[in-house]
């Protein structure tokens, strides 16, 4: 099971985070980053909290297609590791 997301930055983080920690408890497991354009530093903080969220269901959330501003942004933090993107 997965799920998508096309747009994750500071304006719509609170509604993004929810909804993908709704996923995440429907036991989705996969997040498909393909289609997301546009990101900042509040991305990588709901990334990291939606790792969270999952690893506190006894799962791992995978994130998919990741676009390279995504990659280099959370290389930046340091947390590529963390995240395991791909």
């Known amino acids: 099971m997965s799920f998508a997301i096309t747009s994750l930055n500071f304006s719509n983080a609170k ?24 990101v900042d530093s509040a991305s990588i903080a709901v990334l990291l909290a939606w790792q969270r969220a999952a690893l506190q269901n006894h799962s791992h959330l995978h994130f998919i297609n990741t676009p390279e501003n995504l990659v280099s942004l959370a290389s930046v933090y340091g947390v590529n590791d963390l995240l395991a993107l791909s």
């Not at 509604?15 to 997301?36: K, P, T």
């Open 15 to 38: 509604n993004v985070l929810q909804e993908g920690l709704q996923a995440i408890a429907r036991g989705e497991h996969e997040c498909d980053l393909e289609n997301l354009a546009q």
